[in-house]
């Protein structure tokens, strides 16, 4: 079994580089299908299982698709098949993002039901309602999903119940190229929504207002493959960003965004962390005694919930009561228990955690639940006495690159072994070896 391995107690020291962000290049990717002429060249594409698998979906559906140097080609100027099988729908939920390009190009598309997941139900209810207020029939059976447009869509007026960041995204994706106007009230206005629309105008569409709750798209007949560079990963960034604070460390974060990340900032800053822009990015100092905070997760701008298990990892070690209210999942708490089983003290009250700190973690064999409660475990394990061993690590590979690695350049103990052939294997040097312990 794969496992991280992190010994507790170095201080963090250097400079990491931020990858390009998980949440802006499944949407662009999915996108890029939309091109019924040219090329689309994706540029910054973190090597992540989660850009393998939606790389592996285009390919699929007939698209042709290049991966090199984190550069993406795509060239799906050939008919397309418009049917996405469970086989990767089940590895990643944002292959549903492919539904409006297909059904706005080719009138069809078909993709597994997503079906639920470790931190709530998610339902794509509002992805189909959309569609439907542009003219698509919408059959739900055998745990698929068809949309059919007979003629081609027709711009409508679209109310989303909440700001759901994917709904946002397949309807702008399908409003691109449907007849006249659309309007998508309360909309998501998530950065990743401003990077494809981005894309999505650089390709011919014609959008207006991403980054504010109301987005106004007028159809064009087509879209044409343009080059493309993704936004930075505000979630990784921040990620690092707390590695510094829990350690007391010094990081320069190059390539954040801190536009981005003003409510990470700003809790960060409450707790005592320093944090300073920099010419090339943004540099974190870690204090010698974290203060409690409360934080409460809402769509942007309000506090990311993929970054609410990182936080809480510092909660535990902040110096009095901390409280994480989690609005926008049902059911991301699953790594409290794993907390636990470092020694730290936790309530959960309903969508409410109740952190007393501070905890003298200990280090455990945890479980990542899913991406960023194993990003948290590792936090965690930063500053823990001993040697905490986090396994579940496809997860972490869903959304880090190279994690083990940057942390270990920034001076943590920390590396990720293999112990399923009876001897650990490094994987930074894979000539060094070492017997299980
Ligand atoms: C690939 C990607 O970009 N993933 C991000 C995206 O996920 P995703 O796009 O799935 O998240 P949504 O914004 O759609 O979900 C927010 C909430 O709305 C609910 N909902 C959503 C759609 C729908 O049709 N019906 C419905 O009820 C969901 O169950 C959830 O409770 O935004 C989330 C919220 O910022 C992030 O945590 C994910 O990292
Ligand atoms: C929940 C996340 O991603 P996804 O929507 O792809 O599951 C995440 O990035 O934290």
Do not use: W
Request: with cysteine; proline share 4%; aromatic share 4%.
């Amino acid at each position: 079994m794969e496992k991280i391995i992190v010994h507790g107690g170095r201080k963090l020291n250097g400079t990491v580089r931020v990858e390009g962000a998980k949440n802006a290049v499944l949407p662009v990717l999915a996108a890029s299908i939309i091109a019924s002429e040219g090329k689309s060249v994706i540029h910054d594409v973190p090597p992540l299982a989660d850009v393998e698998t939606i790389n592996q979906v285009l390919i699929n559906l007939n698209a042709n698709v290049t991966y090199t140097n984190k550069t993406v080609t795509i060239d799906a100027s050939n008919p397309l098949f418009t049917e996405a099988p469970f086989e990767y729908v089940r590895k990643m939920r944002a292959s549903v993002l492919v539904l409006g390009p297909l059904l706005a190009r080719f009138g069809h598309a078909k993709v597994a039901l997503p079906g639920g997941c470790a931190i709530g139900s998610r339902p794509i209810d509002l992805h189909l309602k959309g569609f439907e207020a542009m003219g698509a029939n919408v059959t739900v059976g055998n745990g698929y999903v068809e949309v059919i447009a007979e003629d081609r869509l027709v711009g409508a007026k679209i109310y989303l119940d909440m700001p759901s960041v994917g709904a946002t995204e397949n309807i702008m994706m399908a409003a691109a190229l449907a007849k006249g106007k659309t309007v998508i009230e309360n909309a998501a206005k998530e950065p990743e929504i401003v990077d494809l629309a981005n894309y999505l105008n650089k390709m011919g569409a014609k959008i207006v207002g991403a980054g504010t709750e109301t987005i106004k798209i007028i159809g064009v007949d087509k879209l044409y493959g343009v080059e493309h560079t993704i936004i930075p990963d505000r979630i990784e960034a921040g990620t690092f960003m707390a590695a510094a604070a829990i350690t007391g460390g010094n990081i320069l974060i190059e390539n954040a965004e801190i536009d981005h990340m003003r409510s990470i900032v700003s809790k960060m800053e409450e707790m005592g962390i320093r944090i300073m822009e920099e010419e090339n990015g943004i540099r974190v100092i870690g204090p010698k005694r974290l203060k409690p905070t409360d934080i409460k997760t809402l769509p942007h701008p309000g506090f990311p919930t993929d970054m609410q298990s990182q936080m809480m990892a510092l909660m535990l070690i902040a110096e009095g009561t901390s409280m994480i209210t989690e609005t926008v999942f049902e059911n991301r708490f699953m790594h409290v228990e794993e907390f636990r089983r470092m020694n730290a003290k936790l309530k959960i009250e309903g969508r409410s955690v109740i952190v007393e700190g501070p905890s003298a973690l200990q280090g455990a064999e945890v479980a990542a639940t899913d991406l960023r409660a194993g990003a948290a475990l590792i936090l965690a394990g930063l500053c823990a006495e001993g040697y905490t061993r986090v396994t579940e690590l496809k997860h972490i590979d869903r959304g880090y690159v190279n994690i083990t690695e940057k942390l270990a350049a920034l001076g943590a103990d920390i590396e990720r072994v293999d112990d399923s052939v009876g001897r650990v294997i490094l994987t930074e040097n894979p000539d060094k070896s070492m017997e299980i312990q």
